[in-house]
């Protein structure tokens, strides 16, 4: 249903209302609705253009899971909180549910799986056509502009309208691409219903900038295999919430006008963030021949006789971008390697295989594919992602605490967790009505 006003009853109501027709929501809706299929669901969203961000990821492909999924390659909450709600619906579901709807999903060689039509459309017309088949009504752009919980239930308020639904799944969004409609109304939303939101809600999955006369913004365009870490200013690593070491994230860096992009900048990008929090002059280190130490390239330097500095380095990294190394370490490309005093060859591998780098900002949650922080799991029963504030409110999706890396992960994490939050809401709700009954 795609109304661009849509009519609101008098005085509607709902067996089971879902906040938000995304990816998690329209996934809660279609499992809701087939729990129970006596009940009355409805999907509620504010964008004008429903499903916003599948469209988008993916570079308008849609990277709808990996092949391999666990609770490592996801940040915020805990680690076996979210392995818990990931066993729930795995990756091998996740294919076969598309695979019912008509959609033959391939695996790449990095592991994303994609749909064969290579068009993210196909995903979402297969997740509102489920949807529609299972009975589930589906409103927008409507915006929900407040919840209340009442005796038998909740109200939801749409200005001046209002509907009424036995219970509710509240799965918003974060804050990333807030033209797609997540843009932190729903964390209002959970604060009012009793919940809170982790202290620091930062973008996730997004481009980090620079300053506009820094080096690598000349290099723009250029994309590079690399290993970046981010680190304190004495050097130190920067460390999960479980105190753990958060090791380097391997993957193509690319080289922008503005500052960092590619995957490998992505996946870091929320590491770097949480630790500027607590300290300032945060920055990252990236290793542009990964795999190669900075001690074992300065014995290969040492080594090395009767070549230039280009030409022992050219058939290790793009010509453009030694060029511009050397210069940074006031090194001229043409010289012998011999020639090289200690110090400039020390400056020079330094530069190549431990470059320090303090990004000024990101690109913000506009050009971010998802958000880092949110309600925290503790705060949920992991079972059936039901509020221990509010019983017969479930929350799902980018909502909550956890944020996957780049590769389909925070996908896989809405199916996993909207398939948990919508049967459970259709369990409480049957209950519910065999009680009246």
């Not at 504010?46 to 993916?58: E, M």
């Not at 619906?89 to 039509?117: H, N």
Request: one cysteine or more; charged letters at 20%; proline letters at 5%.
């Amino acid at each position: 249903m795609n109304n661009s006003s849509p009519d609101i009853p008098t005085h509607p109501s709902a067996d089971i209302a879902i906040i938000g027709a995304g990816a998690a929501g329209l996934f809660a809706a279609i499992w809701a609705a087939r729990e129970g299929p006596a009940l009355k669901v409805v999907a509620i969203d504010s964008a004008r253009t429903l499903g916003a961000k599948i469209l988008v990821a993916g570079g308008g492909r849609c990277n709808v899971t990996h092949h391999a999924v666990d609770e490592r390659d996801y940040s915020g909450g805990s680690p076996e909180l979210i392995r818990r709600i990931l066993r729930r619906y795995p990756v091998e579901s996740t294919i076969e549910f598309f695979a019912e709807c008509g959609v033959q999903l391939k695996r790449e060689e990095t592991g994303k799986l994609f749909p064969t039509t290579d068009k993210a459309r196909s995903v979402l017309d297969a997740l509102v056509s489920a949807a529609h088949s299972a009975g589930v009504t589906i409103l927008h752009p409507l915006r929900v502009e407040s919840i209340a919980q009442v005796e038998n239930g909740f109200e939801i308020h749409f200005g001046e309208e209002c509907m009424h639904a036995r219970t509710v799944i509240l799965c918003m969004g974060g804050m990333s691409l807030p033209k797609s409609g997540s843009d932190g109304h729903g964390f209002t939303i959970a604060r009012s219903l009793g919940h809170s939101v982790t202290q620091l809600i930062v973008p996730a999955l997004v481009p980090l900038t620079l300053p506009s006369d820094h080096w690598l913004t000349t290099l723009s365009g250029l994309a590079l295999p690399a290993e970046l870490t981010a680190i304190r200013a004495d050097g130190a690593q920067a460390r999960s919430s479980a105190g753990k070491p958060i090791p380097p994230v391997c993957g193509a860096v690319l080289c922008a006008h503005f500052g960092l992009s590619g995957p490998a900048v992505l996946d870091v990008s929320r590491h770097w963030l949480h630790l500027l929090d607590v300290d300032p002059n945060a920055r990252l280190r990236i290793n542009w021949m990964p795999g190669l130490r900075s001690e074992s390239l300065e014995q290969e330097f040492v080594q090395t006789k009767g070549q230039s500095v280009l030409s022992f380095l050219k058939g290790k990294l793009p010509e453009r971008f030694l060029r511009a190394a050397c210069l940074q370490a006031t090194v001229d490309p043409a010289s012998g390697v011999q020639q090289l005093t200690r110090e400039r060859r020390s400056s020079l591998v330094q530069i190549l295989t431990a470059c320090e780098v303090i990004p000024n900002g990101t690109r913000g949650f506009t050009a971010a594919e998802t958000t880092a922080g949110g309600v925290p799991l503790a705060e949920l029963n992991i079972d059936r992602l039901e509020s221990l504030k509010c019983p017969g409110l479930f929350l799902c999706g980018e909502m909550l605490d956890v944020d996957g890396r780049i590769g389909g992960f925070s996908f896989q994490w809405a199916w996993a967790s909207g398939f948990v939050a919508g049967t459970a809401a259709a369990h409480t709700a049957n209950a519910d009505s065999a009680i009246r009954s």
